[in-house]
């Protein structure tokens, strides 16, 4: 009996790391909520779209790895449009004059990007603990968070994995 000892502590330590490395529901956040204005002047909540597929990109037409990774991020969601994919695009731009001409270049509709100050949307910013740009976020129909990172990691399959299924 005296041998199955150390078997059995071995057992119990891959036992404990099993469970704390384990992934569970609360390795994933909840979206903390926000107001911001769009461009086209409605006021757009975070949780009012509960029962869509979110992606909110932080950016300003100023940064150039934003302005390489927003047409594409656009073209991206855009695709998915259809099955109530959303992109929310926060600006960090000084002004709402430089992100709206950014937008209009790109052709991103004026209510996806949001702004309404600078103190705002840095307010959100926080909120979400964006320390550099361009950063992204996909946010499944029920308020988690699913991806945060480079938009680049926003892909088809990436949308797909949490869109709700239809017909459910």
């Known amino acids: 009996m005296k041998e199955a000892s150390p078997w059995i502590l071995a057992a119990a330590v891959f036992v404990v790391l099993l469970v704390v490395a384990w992934p569970t529901a609360e390795t994933v956040e909840l979206a903390s909520d926000f107001s911001l204005e769009a461009l086209d002047g409605r006021t757009v909540t975070l949780s009012s779209l509960r029962g869509r597929v979110v992606v909110v990109d932080f950016w300003a037409s100023w940064c150039k790895p934003c302005t390489r990774t927003m047409p594409a991020l656009h073209e991206t969601v855009g695709r998915y449009a259809d099955r109530g994919v959303v992109l929310l695009a926060i600006s960090l731009d000084r002004s709402a004059e430089a992100a709206r001409d950014y937008a209009l270049e790109i052709g991103l509709a004026e209510g996806d990007v ?28 029920e308020g988690w968070i699913r991806y945060s990172g480079w938009p680049d990691g926003v892909t088809d399959e990436a949308l797909a994995a949490w869109l709700p299924v239809e017909g459910a």
């Open 114 to 141: 949001l702004y309404g100050s600078l103190a705002a949307t840095r307010a959100v910013k926080e909120l979400y603990g964006v320390v550099g740009i361009p950063r992204t976020f996909i946010i499944d129909a």
